[in-house]
C-alpha cells in the first residue's frame, strides 16, 4: 500500500516538473517578449539551456526533459549554405 502512495507521488512530482519545463520553454518562444528563445549550452546531465537575447536583462530557462523540446534540438534547418 506505502509502495502506491510513493509511485503516486513520483509520478506527480514528475507530471509538475514536465509542466513547469513546457511552460517554460513556451515552444521556444519567450513567454515576456515573444522572440525566439534560443539554445546556447547543453549541461552534463543533458539539460539545454535557452536564452531570450530580446529581453533586458537576458531571460535564462532551463530544460530537463527531453520531449520538451526535442524539436528545437534536432531542427529542420532550411537550405540556407547555397543561397
Ligand atoms: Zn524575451
Not at 46 to 53: A, D, H, P, T
Request: glycine share 6%.
Amino acid at each position: 500500500m506505502i509502495i502506491t502512495v510513493v509511485i503516486l507521488a513520483f509520478v506527480a512530482s514528475l507530471a509538475l516538473c514536465r509542466r513547469i519545463d513546457v511552460k517554460s520553454y513556451n515552444n521556444g518562444i519567450c513567454k515576456e517578449c515573444g522572440a525566439p528563445l534560443t539554445h546556447f549550452d547543453t549541461d552534463s546531465q543533458g539539460g539545454r539551456g535557452y536564452v531570450c537575447y530580446s529581453c533586458e536583462p537576458y531571460r535564462y530557462i532551463w530544460i530537463s526533459y527531453p520531449w520538451v523540446d526535442h524539436k528545437h534540438i534536432n531542427p529542420i534547418l532550411p537550405p540556407v549554405a547555397h543561397r
